[in-house]
């Protein structure tokens, strides 16, 4: 079993920064990818940034390519946030699973990121 707890959200004007974490347990996720998600009220979950587990390879949406950094260790998984938009306001989840094209065996509960204009 893998159990995932995000911290690290809050509320930062525009054009601040926050990094948010990902603490990881359970005896395999050193072996699986993990990533970030979010979901903005009323919209769908969506792709934020996924990292492989080696470390050597990443993918990230578009409109935060050049903003966010993910990364990891072997205690979770992290993402740095910065020049932050409104639009990047959203709950944003943690996610852990063998396979980095699929992204969604494990899930953490979400931390809130707000960011005013």
């Known amino acids: 079993q893998v159990q995932l707890v995000e911290s690290g959200g809050g509320l930062v004007q525009a054009g601040g920064s926050l990094r948010l974490s990902c603490a990881a347990s359970?005896?395999?996720?050193?072996?699986?990818?993990m990533g970030w998600f979010r979901q903005a009220p009323g919209k769908e979950r969506e792709f934020v940034a996924a990292?492989?587990?080696?470390?050597?390879t990443t993918n990230y949406r578009d409109s935060v390519k050049g903003r966010f950094t993910i990364s990891r260790d072997n205690a979770g998984v992290y993402l740095q946030m910065n020049s932050l938009k409104p639009e990047d306001t959203a709950v944003y989840y943690c996610?852990?699973?063998?396979?980095?094209?699929?992204?969604?065996?494990?899930w953490g509960q979400g931390t809130q990121v707000t960011v005013s204009s």
């Open positions: 996610a852990a699973d063998p396979n980095i094209a699929i992204l969604n065996r494990y």
């Open positions: 990292i492989s587990w080696s470390g050597g």
């Open positions: 359970g005896r395999t996720v050193s072996t699986y990818a």
